[in-house]
Protein backbone atom coordinates (compact mmCIF):
# COMPACT_ATOMS: atom_id res chain seq x y z
CA UNK A 1 0.00 0.00 0.00
CA UNK A 2 1.53 3.54 -0.60
CA UNK A 3 1.42 6.23 1.60
CA UNK A 4 -1.43 8.78 1.33
CA UNK A 5 -2.14 11.95 3.26
CA UNK A 6 -5.54 12.62 1.61
CA UNK A 7 -8.09 12.98 3.99
CA UNK A 8 -10.66 9.83 4.35
CA UNK A 9 -13.90 9.85 3.12
CA UNK A 10 -16.51 7.48 1.34
CA UNK A 11 -17.51 6.90 -2.02
CA UNK A 12 -18.47 4.45 -4.58
CA UNK A 13 -14.84 3.02 -3.74
CA UNK A 14 -14.05 3.75 -0.45
CA UNK A 15 -15.26 3.08 2.42
CA UNK A 16 -14.66 5.09 5.99
CA UNK A 17 -15.41 3.34 9.91
CA UNK A 18 -14.73 5.72 12.86
CA UNK A 19 -12.74 3.69 15.44
CA UNK A 20 -13.18 6.87 18.02
CA UNK A 21 -15.12 5.93 21.61
CA UNK A 22 -13.48 4.31 24.77
CA UNK A 23 -9.90 2.23 24.25
CA UNK A 24 -8.21 0.15 26.51
CA UNK A 25 -5.13 2.43 28.06
CA UNK A 26 -2.03 1.95 30.44
CA UNK A 27 0.51 3.92 31.60
CA UNK A 28 4.05 2.38 31.56
CA UNK A 29 5.26 3.78 34.61
CA UNK A 30 8.59 1.31 34.83
CA UNK A 31 9.02 0.73 31.19
CA UNK A 32 8.43 -2.65 31.06
CA UNK A 33 5.63 -3.17 28.48
CA UNK A 34 7.75 -3.74 25.91
CA UNK A 35 9.48 -6.87 27.40
CA UNK A 36 6.49 -8.08 28.79
CA UNK A 37 4.71 -8.17 25.53
CA UNK A 38 1.98 -6.09 25.88
CA UNK A 39 1.85 -5.69 22.24
CA UNK A 40 -0.28 -8.78 22.80
CA UNK A 41 -2.66 -7.25 24.43
CA UNK A 42 -2.58 -4.76 28.32
CA UNK A 43 -2.30 -6.61 31.05
CA UNK A 44 -4.14 -3.87 33.35
CA UNK A 45 -5.81 -1.53 31.38
CA UNK A 46 -8.34 1.49 32.52
CA UNK A 47 -10.54 2.70 29.72
CA UNK A 48 -10.50 6.43 27.92
CA UNK A 49 -11.79 8.28 25.09
CA UNK A 50 -10.31 8.53 21.70
CA UNK A 51 -9.58 11.10 20.54
CA UNK A 52 -8.48 13.30 23.60
CA UNK A 53 -5.40 14.13 25.58
CA UNK A 54 -4.41 11.96 28.45
CA UNK A 55 -3.61 14.12 30.86
CA UNK A 56 -6.08 15.94 32.04
CA UNK A 57 -8.72 13.22 33.12
CA UNK A 58 -7.29 11.93 36.32
CA UNK A 59 -6.87 13.82 39.50
CA UNK A 60 -3.32 12.04 40.27
CA UNK A 61 -0.55 14.64 39.17
CA UNK A 62 1.92 11.21 38.29
CA UNK A 63 -0.40 11.05 35.01
CA UNK A 64 -1.02 14.38 33.95
CA UNK A 65 2.77 14.77 34.00
CA UNK A 66 3.77 11.04 33.04
CA UNK A 67 6.19 11.03 30.61
CA UNK A 68 7.78 8.63 28.24
CA UNK A 69 5.17 5.31 26.44
CA UNK A 70 1.99 5.20 26.69
CA UNK A 71 -0.20 2.23 25.55
CA UNK A 72 -3.89 2.31 23.85
CA UNK A 73 -5.46 -0.67 22.60
CA UNK A 74 -8.57 -1.61 20.80
CA UNK A 75 -10.49 -4.46 18.64
CA UNK A 76 -12.40 -4.02 14.91
CA UNK A 77 -13.75 -5.68 12.78
CA UNK A 78 -12.71 -6.51 9.06
CA UNK A 79 -15.36 -6.70 6.90
CA UNK A 80 -15.06 -9.84 5.03
CA UNK A 81 -16.56 -8.28 1.78
CA UNK A 82 -13.54 -6.13 1.76
CA UNK A 83 -11.39 -8.70 0.97
CA UNK A 84 -9.05 -8.38 -2.30
CA UNK A 85 -8.70 -4.40 -1.55
CA UNK A 86 -6.90 -2.66 1.04
CA UNK A 87 -7.65 -1.96 4.41
CA UNK A 88 -5.74 0.48 6.93
CA UNK A 89 -6.28 2.34 9.70
CA UNK A 90 -5.59 5.77 10.04
CA UNK A 91 -4.19 7.88 12.52
CA UNK A 92 -5.32 11.65 12.88
CA UNK A 93 -2.16 11.63 14.84
CA UNK A 94 -0.16 10.35 17.76
CA UNK A 95 1.85 12.82 19.29
CA UNK A 96 4.98 12.67 19.67
CA UNK A 97 5.62 9.55 18.18
CA UNK A 98 4.41 6.11 17.83
CA UNK A 99 4.54 2.17 17.44
CA UNK A 100 1.40 0.43 15.93
CA UNK A 101 0.90 -2.91 16.78
CA UNK A 102 -1.63 -5.46 14.61
CA UNK A 103 -2.58 -8.84 16.43
CA UNK A 104 1.02 -8.64 18.03
CA UNK A 105 3.26 -8.06 14.99
CA UNK A 106 4.74 -4.44 14.42
CA UNK A 107 2.77 -3.02 11.64
CA UNK A 108 3.97 0.73 11.18
CA UNK A 109 5.97 3.74 13.23
CA UNK A 110 5.93 7.23 12.99
CA UNK A 111 7.87 10.03 14.56
CA UNK A 112 5.85 13.70 14.94
CA UNK A 113 2.83 14.29 16.73
CA UNK A 114 0.81 16.91 14.29
CA UNK A 115 0.41 14.56 11.04
CA UNK A 116 -1.62 11.89 9.70
CA UNK A 117 -0.27 8.27 9.31
CA UNK A 118 -1.56 5.23 7.37
CA UNK A 119 -1.14 1.83 8.58
CA UNK A 120 -1.54 -0.81 6.24
CA UNK A 121 -3.49 -4.10 7.21
CA UNK A 122 -4.20 -6.95 4.88
CA UNK A 123 -0.61 -9.03 5.91
CA UNK A 124 -1.36 -8.28 9.38
CA UNK A 125 -5.36 -8.65 10.08
CA UNK A 126 -7.97 -11.41 9.39
CA UNK A 127 -10.75 -10.34 7.04
CA UNK A 128 -14.04 -11.62 8.46
CA UNK A 129 -13.25 -11.33 12.44
CA UNK A 130 -12.27 -9.01 15.02
CA UNK A 131 -8.00 -8.02 14.83
CA UNK A 132 -6.35 -6.29 17.92
CA UNK A 133 -4.60 -2.88 17.48
CA UNK A 134 -2.23 -1.82 20.21
CA UNK A 135 -0.15 1.68 20.53
CA UNK A 136 2.35 3.01 22.10
CA UNK A 137 2.23 6.52 22.19
CA UNK A 138 5.95 8.16 23.18
CA UNK A 139 5.60 11.96 24.56
CA UNK A 140 9.18 12.14 25.27
CA UNK A 141 10.56 15.68 24.26
CA UNK A 142 14.47 16.41 22.71
CA UNK A 143 16.57 18.18 20.40
CA UNK A 144 15.82 16.41 17.72
CA UNK A 145 11.97 16.56 18.17
CA UNK A 146 9.48 18.76 16.78
CA UNK A 147 8.27 20.42 19.22
CA UNK A 148 12.06 20.62 20.72
CA UNK A 149 12.71 20.27 24.60
CA UNK A 150 14.00 18.23 27.41
CA UNK A 151 13.45 14.79 28.93
CA UNK A 152 14.68 15.07 32.43
CA UNK A 153 15.34 12.44 34.99
CA UNK A 154 14.26 13.48 38.88
CA UNK A 155 16.05 11.77 41.80
CA UNK A 156 12.87 9.97 42.64
CA UNK A 157 13.26 8.15 39.42
CA UNK A 158 10.54 9.81 37.55
CA UNK A 159 10.88 11.72 33.71
CA UNK A 160 9.43 15.02 33.45
CA UNK A 161 8.86 17.13 30.34
CA UNK A 162 10.69 20.23 30.14
CA UNK A 163 9.53 21.70 27.30
CA UNK A 164 11.40 24.63 25.33
CA UNK A 165 7.83 26.28 24.28
CA UNK A 166 5.20 27.70 25.99
CA UNK A 167 2.30 25.38 25.84
CA UNK A 168 1.44 22.45 27.79
CA UNK A 169 3.07 18.71 26.67
CA UNK A 170 -0.46 17.47 26.05
CA UNK A 171 -0.39 13.88 23.99
CA UNK A 172 -2.04 10.63 23.07
CA UNK A 173 -4.20 9.93 20.21
CA UNK A 174 -5.85 13.45 19.99
CA UNK A 175 -7.55 12.96 16.60
CA UNK A 176 -10.00 10.53 15.14
CA UNK A 177 -9.01 6.98 14.56
CA UNK A 178 -10.57 5.29 11.33
CA UNK A 179 -10.58 2.20 9.96
CA UNK A 180 -10.30 2.72 6.02
CA UNK A 181 -10.75 0.68 2.56
CA UNK A 182 -8.96 1.54 -0.24
CA UNK A 183 -9.03 0.11 -3.54
CA UNK A 184 -6.21 -1.95 -4.76
CA UNK A 185 -5.54 0.82 -7.89
CA UNK A 186 -6.42 3.99 -6.22
CA UNK A 187 -5.53 7.84 -6.40
CA UNK A 188 -2.72 8.51 -3.72
CA UNK A 189 -2.04 12.08 -4.44
CA UNK A 190 -4.21 15.34 -5.84
CA UNK A 191 -2.67 18.79 -5.89
CA UNK A 192 -4.08 22.01 -7.81
CA UNK A 193 -3.32 25.66 -8.91
CA UNK A 194 -4.72 28.04 -10.69
CA UNK A 195 -4.70 31.29 -12.79
CA UNK A 196 -7.36 33.83 -13.65
CA UNK A 197 -8.34 35.10 -16.96
CA UNK A 198 -11.06 37.37 -17.37
CA UNK A 199 -13.56 35.80 -15.98
CA UNK A 200 -12.54 32.49 -16.01
CA UNK A 201 -10.12 30.29 -13.82
CA UNK A 202 -7.77 27.68 -15.41
CA UNK A 203 -6.82 24.64 -12.62
CA UNK A 204 -3.84 22.77 -13.10
CA UNK A 205 -4.34 19.54 -11.57
CA UNK A 206 -1.94 16.83 -10.63
CA UNK A 207 -2.81 13.02 -9.39
CA UNK A 208 -0.89 10.18 -8.55
CA UNK A 209 -1.92 7.06 -8.01
CA UNK A 210 -0.60 3.38 -8.23
CA UNK A 211 -2.01 1.94 -10.93
CA UNK A 212 -1.92 2.03 -14.87
CA UNK A 213 -5.78 3.72 -15.64
CA UNK A 214 -5.87 7.51 -16.21
CA UNK A 215 -7.79 9.82 -14.05
CA UNK A 216 -10.66 11.75 -14.99
CA UNK A 217 -11.74 15.28 -13.24
CA UNK A 218 -15.00 16.57 -12.93
CA UNK A 219 -15.55 19.79 -11.38
CA UNK A 220 -19.00 20.67 -9.74
CA UNK A 221 -20.50 24.29 -8.62
CA UNK A 222 -22.30 24.51 -5.23
CA UNK A 223 -25.76 23.70 -6.73
CA UNK A 224 -24.30 20.53 -7.87
CA UNK A 225 -24.01 21.96 -12.00
CA UNK A 226 -20.65 20.02 -13.63
CA UNK A 227 -18.88 23.23 -15.00
CA UNK A 228 -15.36 21.28 -16.05
CA UNK A 229 -13.88 18.52 -16.86
CA UNK A 230 -11.06 16.84 -18.06
CA UNK A 231 -9.01 13.49 -18.43
CA UNK A 232 -5.77 12.44 -17.46
CA UNK A 233 -3.08 12.30 -14.53
CA UNK A 234 -1.99 15.45 -15.30
CA UNK A 235 -4.02 18.52 -17.07
CA UNK A 236 -5.83 21.88 -17.05
CA UNK A 237 -9.87 22.56 -16.11
CA UNK A 238 -11.15 25.37 -17.29
CA UNK A 239 -14.04 27.00 -14.68
CA UNK A 240 -15.97 29.36 -17.23
CA UNK A 241 -16.86 32.57 -15.49
CA UNK A 242 -15.66 31.48 -12.24
CA UNK A 243 -16.74 31.56 -8.77
CA UNK A 244 -13.88 33.16 -6.47
CA UNK A 245 -13.43 31.99 -3.22
CA UNK A 246 -12.58 35.57 -1.26
CA UNK A 247 -12.21 36.68 2.23
CA UNK A 248 -14.73 35.58 4.55
CA UNK A 249 -17.31 34.49 1.44
CA UNK A 250 -15.83 31.70 0.68
CA UNK A 251 -17.33 29.12 -2.62
CA UNK A 252 -16.05 25.81 -2.71
CA UNK A 253 -16.11 23.77 -5.93
CA UNK A 254 -16.33 19.44 -5.85
CA UNK A 255 -13.44 18.31 -7.39
CA UNK A 256 -14.91 14.46 -8.01
CA UNK A 257 -11.61 12.21 -9.35
CA UNK A 258 -12.28 8.81 -10.56
CA UNK A 259 -9.82 6.05 -12.08
CA UNK A 260 -12.07 4.17 -14.82
CA UNK A 261 -11.37 1.00 -16.88
CA UNK A 262 -13.61 1.35 -19.80
CA UNK A 263 -17.06 1.44 -17.42
CA UNK A 264 -15.68 0.62 -14.61
CA UNK A 265 -15.36 2.57 -11.72
CA UNK A 266 -11.40 1.46 -10.00
CA UNK A 267 -11.77 4.84 -7.46
CA UNK A 268 -12.91 7.78 -6.48
CA UNK A 269 -12.16 10.66 -4.02
CA UNK A 270 -13.83 14.02 -3.76
CA UNK A 271 -12.13 17.44 -2.23
CA UNK A 272 -13.65 20.85 -1.81
CA UNK A 273 -11.89 23.79 -3.01
CA UNK A 274 -11.94 27.24 -3.32
CA UNK A 275 -10.35 28.54 -6.39
CA UNK A 276 -8.18 31.51 -5.56
CA UNK A 277 -5.08 33.29 -6.10
CA UNK A 278 -2.58 34.32 -3.19
CA UNK A 279 0.52 36.49 -4.20
CA UNK A 280 2.57 38.94 -2.66
CA UNK A 281 3.16 42.33 -3.94
CA UNK A 282 5.21 44.89 -2.43
CA UNK A 283 3.81 45.03 0.96
CA UNK A 284 0.87 44.06 0.02
CA UNK A 285 -0.44 40.34 0.20
CA UNK A 286 -2.93 39.81 -2.73
CA UNK A 287 -6.16 37.29 -2.47
CA UNK A 288 -7.49 37.42 -5.99
CA UNK A 289 -5.58 40.12 -6.93
CA UNK A 290 -7.34 42.52 -4.08
CA UNK A 291 -5.32 43.86 -1.12
CA UNK A 292 -6.43 41.80 2.17
CA UNK A 293 -5.11 43.17 5.54
CA UNK A 294 -5.07 40.33 8.31
CA UNK A 295 -6.90 40.32 11.68
CA UNK A 296 -6.84 37.81 14.01
CA UNK A 297 -4.78 35.38 16.52
CA UNK A 298 -2.55 32.75 17.37
CA UNK A 299 -4.13 30.25 18.40
CA UNK A 300 -4.26 26.85 20.24
CA UNK A 301 -5.70 23.24 20.20
CA UNK A 302 -6.46 23.82 23.47
CA UNK A 303 -9.86 23.12 25.66
CA UNK A 304 -10.75 21.81 29.13
CA UNK A 305 -10.57 18.20 30.32
CA UNK A 306 -9.75 16.80 26.52
CA UNK A 307 -6.41 18.77 26.25
CA UNK A 308 -5.79 19.54 22.46
CA UNK A 309 -8.16 16.62 21.52
CA UNK A 310 -10.00 17.55 19.02
CA UNK A 311 -13.48 18.68 19.43
CA UNK A 312 -16.22 19.56 16.54
CA UNK A 313 -17.97 21.56 19.29
CA UNK A 314 -14.86 23.75 19.93
CA UNK A 315 -14.06 24.20 17.06
CA UNK A 316 -17.23 25.58 16.36
CA UNK A 317 -17.59 27.50 18.80
CA UNK A 318 -13.96 28.95 18.38
CA UNK A 319 -15.51 30.04 14.64
CA UNK A 320 -18.33 31.69 16.18
CA UNK A 321 -16.43 33.96 18.34
CA UNK A 322 -13.55 34.58 15.33
CA UNK A 323 -16.53 35.76 13.35
CA UNK A 324 -18.30 37.83 16.14
CA UNK A 325 -15.29 39.55 16.65
CA UNK A 326 -14.68 40.23 12.58
CA UNK A 327 -11.40 38.27 12.40
CA UNK A 328 -10.57 36.92 9.07
CA UNK A 329 -7.85 34.67 9.78
CA UNK A 330 -5.43 33.09 12.41
CA UNK A 331 -2.00 31.57 12.55
CA UNK A 332 -2.18 27.64 13.74
CA UNK A 333 0.62 28.14 16.74
CA UNK A 334 2.67 26.00 17.26
CA UNK A 335 1.62 23.01 15.23
CA UNK A 336 -0.37 21.47 12.50
CA UNK A 337 -3.78 21.44 12.91
CA UNK A 338 -6.80 19.04 13.23
CA UNK A 339 -7.84 18.77 9.14
CA UNK A 340 -11.54 19.14 9.64
CA UNK A 341 -10.24 22.79 11.00
CA UNK A 342 -8.51 23.75 7.82
CA UNK A 343 -11.79 22.48 6.25
CA UNK A 344 -14.00 24.57 8.35
CA UNK A 345 -11.66 27.45 7.47
CA UNK A 346 -12.30 27.05 3.89
CA UNK A 347 -16.20 26.83 4.37
CA UNK A 348 -15.93 29.65 6.27
CA UNK A 349 -13.23 32.04 4.32
CA UNK A 350 -11.01 32.47 7.08
CA UNK A 351 -6.78 32.71 6.41
CA UNK A 352 -4.68 30.15 7.84
CA UNK A 353 -0.72 30.56 8.56
CA UNK A 354 -0.17 27.14 8.47
CA UNK A 355 2.80 26.29 10.96
CA UNK A 356 4.65 23.54 11.45
CA UNK A 357 5.93 22.51 14.99
CA UNK A 358 8.81 23.60 14.57
CA UNK A 359 8.96 25.48 18.13
CA UNK A 360 11.43 25.56 20.84
CA UNK A 361 14.43 26.01 18.78
CA UNK A 362 16.20 28.28 21.46
CA UNK A 363 17.36 26.62 24.08
CA UNK A 364 16.19 28.22 27.41
CA UNK A 365 12.62 26.51 29.56
CA UNK A 366 11.45 29.75 29.08
CA UNK A 367 12.40 30.77 25.43
CA UNK A 368 10.55 34.23 25.63
CA UNK A 369 12.37 35.66 28.51
CA UNK A 370 15.73 34.98 27.93
CA UNK A 371 14.89 36.36 24.23
CA UNK A 372 14.32 39.74 25.71
CA UNK A 373 17.58 39.65 27.28
CA UNK A 374 19.69 39.81 23.87
CA UNK A 375 22.14 37.41 25.20
CA UNK A 376 23.80 35.15 22.43
CA UNK A 377 22.88 32.10 21.95
CA UNK A 378 23.33 29.25 19.18
CA UNK A 379 20.65 26.31 18.84
CA UNK A 380 22.25 25.19 15.03
CA UNK A 381 25.35 23.89 15.81
CA UNK A 382 24.62 20.83 17.74
CA UNK A 383 25.47 17.35 17.59
CA UNK A 384 22.40 16.72 17.18
CA UNK A 385 21.34 19.11 14.59
CA UNK A 386 21.30 16.76 10.95
CA UNK A 387 18.96 14.74 12.62
CA UNK A 388 16.98 17.83 13.68
CA UNK A 389 16.93 19.54 9.88
CA UNK A 390 15.54 15.91 8.98
CA UNK A 391 13.08 15.71 11.67
CA UNK A 392 12.02 19.03 10.55
CA UNK A 393 11.96 18.45 7.24
CA UNK A 394 9.76 15.69 7.07
CA UNK A 395 7.51 17.35 9.12
CA UNK A 396 7.16 20.25 6.48
CA UNK A 397 6.76 17.61 3.88
CA UNK A 398 3.88 16.12 5.65
CA UNK A 399 2.47 19.53 6.59
CA UNK A 400 2.54 20.61 2.86
CA UNK A 401 1.18 17.05 1.48
CA UNK A 402 -1.27 17.07 3.83
CA UNK A 403 -2.46 20.92 3.69
CA UNK A 404 -1.51 21.77 -0.23
CA UNK A 405 -5.26 22.12 -1.64
CA UNK A 406 -6.72 24.14 0.88
CA UNK A 407 -8.03 27.73 0.21
CA UNK A 408 -7.57 28.93 3.35
CA UNK A 409 -3.65 28.29 3.64
CA UNK A 410 -2.22 31.15 2.45
CA UNK A 411 0.99 30.95 4.06
CA UNK A 412 3.57 28.16 5.43
CA UNK A 413 5.12 29.08 9.10
CA UNK A 414 8.47 27.07 8.55
CA UNK A 415 9.62 28.05 12.15
CA UNK A 416 8.19 29.66 15.58
CA UNK A 417 10.49 31.71 17.48
CA UNK A 418 13.45 30.18 16.48
CA UNK A 419 17.28 31.29 17.43
CA UNK A 420 18.49 33.18 14.59
CA UNK A 421 21.41 35.88 16.25
CA UNK A 422 24.32 33.07 15.35
CA UNK A 423 25.83 32.54 11.71
CA UNK A 424 24.65 28.73 12.10
CA UNK A 425 21.24 29.44 11.80
CA UNK A 426 21.49 30.80 8.12
CA UNK A 427 22.83 27.14 6.67
CA UNK A 428 19.72 25.70 8.44
CA UNK A 429 17.56 28.34 7.42
CA UNK A 430 18.52 28.01 3.69
CA UNK A 431 17.86 24.67 3.45
CA UNK A 432 14.32 24.77 5.23
CA UNK A 433 13.26 27.25 3.02
CA UNK A 434 14.16 26.02 0.16
CA UNK A 435 12.72 22.68 0.50
CA UNK A 436 9.47 24.12 1.72
CA UNK A 437 9.18 26.00 -1.57
CA UNK A 438 9.95 23.14 -3.92
CA UNK A 439 7.35 21.19 -2.24
CA UNK A 440 3.85 23.47 -2.69
CA UNK A 441 2.44 23.47 -6.12
CA UNK A 442 1.17 27.07 -5.38
CA UNK A 443 4.11 28.46 -4.15
CA UNK A 444 2.77 30.22 -0.94
CA UNK A 445 4.53 32.50 0.53
CA UNK A 446 6.91 31.08 3.24
CA UNK A 447 7.77 32.79 6.79
CA UNK A 448 8.85 32.59 10.03
CA UNK A 449 8.08 34.10 13.32
CA UNK A 450 10.97 36.51 15.35
CA UNK A 451 11.34 36.03 18.75
CA UNK A 452 12.31 39.45 20.50
CA UNK A 453 16.08 39.16 19.65
CA UNK A 454 15.62 38.52 16.52
CA UNK A 455 15.97 42.51 15.90
CA UNK A 456 16.60 44.37 11.93
CA UNK A 457 20.22 44.28 13.71
CA UNK A 458 20.31 40.98 15.37
CA UNK A 459 18.68 38.67 12.91
CA UNK A 460 20.15 36.69 10.24
CA UNK A 461 17.68 34.48 8.77
CA UNK A 462 14.79 37.24 7.92
CA UNK A 463 16.00 37.56 4.17
CA UNK A 464 14.50 33.96 3.84
CA UNK A 465 10.91 35.00 4.81
CA UNK A 466 8.48 36.34 2.09
CA UNK A 467 7.10 38.53 4.61
CA UNK A 468 7.88 38.79 8.25
CA UNK A 469 5.83 37.87 11.27
CA UNK A 470 7.16 39.77 14.63
CA UNK A 471 6.27 38.12 17.80
CA UNK A 472 6.54 41.15 19.94
CA UNK A 473 5.92 42.39 23.84
CA UNK A 474 6.52 45.89 24.24
CA UNK A 475 4.00 46.84 27.03
CA UNK A 476 4.35 43.26 28.89
CA UNK A 477 7.57 41.44 28.66
CA UNK A 478 10.07 44.58 28.15
CA UNK A 479 8.48 47.84 30.02
CA UNK A 480 5.21 47.04 31.32
CA UNK A 481 2.68 48.77 33.37
CA UNK A 482 3.25 52.66 34.16
CA UNK A 483 6.67 51.90 31.83
CA UNK A 484 4.23 51.75 28.75
CA UNK A 485 4.68 54.94 27.34
CA UNK A 486 8.65 53.91 27.05
CA UNK A 487 7.25 50.82 25.46
CA UNK A 488 5.65 52.41 23.13
CA UNK A 489 8.83 54.43 22.27
CA UNK A 490 10.64 51.00 21.41
CA UNK A 491 8.35 49.35 19.40
CA UNK A 492 8.57 52.38 17.03
CA UNK A 493 12.22 52.40 17.03
CA UNK A 494 11.86 48.69 15.99
CA UNK A 495 9.53 49.72 13.48
CA UNK A 496 11.64 52.62 12.54
CA UNK A 497 14.98 50.65 12.09
CA UNK A 498 12.77 47.67 10.04
CA UNK A 499 11.54 50.42 7.83
CA UNK A 500 14.70 51.86 7.12
CA UNK A 501 15.51 48.40 5.64
CA UNK A 502 13.30 49.23 2.62
CA UNK A 503 11.95 45.67 2.46
CA UNK A 504 9.24 46.31 0.35
CA UNK A 505 7.36 43.20 1.77
CA UNK A 506 4.21 42.80 4.22
CA UNK A 507 4.92 42.56 7.94
CA UNK A 508 2.29 41.19 10.52
CA UNK A 509 2.40 41.19 13.77
CA UNK A 510 1.95 37.40 14.50
CA UNK A 511 2.38 37.77 18.64
CA UNK A 512 0.96 40.64 21.00
CA UNK A 513 -0.54 40.14 23.74
CA UNK A 514 -0.73 40.83 27.85
CA UNK A 515 -1.65 38.23 30.12
CA UNK A 516 -4.89 39.02 31.90
CA UNK A 517 -7.20 37.57 34.69
CA UNK A 518 -10.73 38.02 33.87
CA UNK A 519 -11.62 38.14 37.47
CA UNK A 520 -9.52 41.15 37.74
CA UNK A 521 -10.63 44.68 37.62
CA UNK A 522 -8.57 47.76 38.23
CA UNK A 523 -9.20 51.49 37.84
CA UNK A 524 -6.65 52.76 36.98
CA UNK A 525 -5.15 49.34 35.15
CA UNK A 526 -2.77 47.39 36.29
CA UNK A 527 -0.53 44.56 34.34
CA UNK A 528 -3.07 41.40 34.85
CA UNK A 529 -6.40 43.43 34.68
CA UNK A 530 -8.89 43.52 32.28
CA UNK A 531 -8.09 47.40 31.78
CA UNK A 532 -5.02 46.91 30.99
CA UNK A 533 -5.21 44.14 28.37
CA UNK A 534 -7.25 47.09 26.48
CA UNK A 535 -4.42 49.98 26.88
CA UNK A 536 -2.06 47.76 25.84
CA UNK A 537 -3.72 46.68 22.84
CA UNK A 538 -4.83 50.17 21.83
CA UNK A 539 -0.95 51.20 22.13
CA UNK A 540 -0.09 48.48 19.80
CA UNK A 541 -2.78 49.13 17.37
CA UNK A 542 -2.17 53.22 17.18
CA UNK A 543 1.63 52.31 15.79
CA UNK A 544 0.49 49.16 13.84
CA UNK A 545 -1.69 52.16 12.24
CA UNK A 546 1.36 54.68 11.59
CA UNK A 547 3.26 51.88 9.62
CA UNK A 548 2.22 51.02 5.76
CA UNK A 549 4.18 48.25 5.53
CA UNK A 550 2.00 46.52 8.44
CA UNK A 551 -0.30 44.16 6.66
CA UNK A 552 -2.17 42.65 10.02
CA UNK A 553 -2.31 41.75 13.18
CA UNK A 554 -2.40 38.24 14.72
CA UNK A 555 -3.07 39.30 18.94
CA UNK A 556 -1.27 36.29 21.05
CA UNK A 557 -3.85 34.72 21.85
CA UNK A 558 -7.55 34.00 21.19
CA UNK A 559 -8.07 31.73 24.20
CA UNK A 560 -6.05 31.34 27.59
CA UNK A 561 -4.51 28.23 27.30
CA UNK A 562 -2.47 25.32 29.48
CA UNK A 563 0.75 25.48 29.92
CA UNK A 564 3.39 23.77 31.98
CA UNK A 565 3.22 25.07 35.94
CA UNK A 566 5.59 27.69 37.00
CA UNK A 567 6.11 31.09 38.36
CA UNK A 568 5.67 33.13 34.82
CA UNK A 569 2.17 31.36 34.48
CA UNK A 570 -0.97 31.11 36.34
CA UNK A 571 -2.51 27.82 35.85
CA UNK A 572 -1.84 28.29 32.15
CA UNK A 573 -1.19 31.83 29.67
CA UNK A 574 -3.78 34.62 29.76
CA UNK A 575 -3.27 36.07 27.65
CA UNK A 576 -6.45 34.75 25.85
CA UNK A 577 -8.55 37.22 24.07
CA UNK A 578 -11.06 34.92 25.63
CA UNK A 579 -11.20 32.59 28.28
CA UNK A 580 -10.05 28.82 27.76
CA UNK A 581 -14.10 28.61 28.26
CA UNK A 582 -14.38 30.89 24.99
CA UNK A 583 -16.02 33.68 26.58
CA UNK A 584 -14.69 37.50 26.15
CA UNK A 585 -12.74 39.21 28.48
CA UNK A 586 -13.40 43.20 28.29
CA UNK A 587 -10.95 43.46 25.07
CA UNK A 588 -13.02 40.86 23.23
CA UNK A 589 -15.24 43.97 22.67
CA UNK A 590 -12.75 46.68 21.90
CA UNK A 591 -11.42 44.47 19.49
CA UNK A 592 -14.33 43.56 17.73
CA UNK A 593 -14.68 47.03 17.43
CA UNK A 594 -11.58 48.28 15.81
CA UNK A 595 -11.89 45.15 13.73
CA UNK A 596 -15.31 45.89 12.71
CA UNK A 597 -14.13 49.60 11.39
CA UNK A 598 -11.30 47.99 9.53
CA UNK A 599 -12.26 46.72 5.99
CA UNK A 600 -10.17 43.58 4.89
CA UNK A 601 -8.24 46.02 3.06
CA UNK A 602 -8.20 49.28 5.20
CA UNK A 603 -3.99 49.65 5.10
CA UNK A 604 -5.50 50.55 1.21
CA UNK A 605 -7.78 53.02 2.02
CA UNK A 606 -5.84 54.97 4.30
CA UNK A 607 -2.81 55.69 1.61
C1 LIG B 1 4.12 33.75 24.15
C2 LIG B 1 8.88 35.97 21.82
C3 LIG B 1 7.52 35.60 22.12
C4 LIG B 1 7.20 34.13 22.18
N1 LIG B 1 5.82 33.77 22.40
C5 LIG B 1 5.63 32.35 22.18
C6 LIG B 1 4.31 31.82 22.64
O1 LIG B 1 4.22 30.43 22.51
C7 LIG B 1 4.10 32.24 24.08
O2 LIG B 1 2.92 31.70 24.60
C8 LIG B 1 5.43 34.23 23.69
C9 LIG B 1 3.85 34.26 25.58
O3 LIG B 1 4.78 34.47 26.31
O4 LIG B 1 2.69 34.45 25.93
Known amino acids: ?64 EFTGDVWYETEFFLPGEWEGKEAALRFGCATHRAEVYINGKKAAVHEGGFTPFLVPLNDLAVFSSFNRVVVIVNNELSNTSLPCGETKLLSNGKKISKPYFDFFNYSGLQRSVKLILLPKEAITDFSVDYRLQGEDAFVTYHTITNGVHPVMVKVYDEAGVLVAEANGNDGVLTIPKVRLWEVRNAYLYRFVLKILDQDKILDEYYEDIGVRTIEIKGTKFLINGKPVYLKGFGKHEDSDIIGRGFSAGVMKRDFECMKWIHANSFRTSHYPYSEEIYQMADREGFLIIDEVAAVGMFESLMNFMEASTGKHTAFFQKETTPELLQNHKEAIRELIERDKNHASVIAWSLLNEPETTDESAVAYFKEIFQYAKELDPQKRPCTFALIMNSLPNTCKCYQFSDFICLNRYYGWYLKGGYEISEAEENLRKELDEWKAKNLNIPFIFSEYGADTNPAEHKLPSVMWSQEYQIEFLTMCNNVFDCYDFI ?7 FADFQTTEGIMRMNGNKKGIFTRQRQPKDAAYYLRERWASLEDDKKVKLE
Do not use: H
Request: hydrophobic content about 30%; proline content about 7%; aromatic content about 12%.
Open 1 to 64: MQKSMLYPRETNCRRVVSLDGMWKFQLDFSSSGRTQGWECGLPNPDLIPVPASFQDFYTEKDIR
Open 551 to 557: QGEQVWN
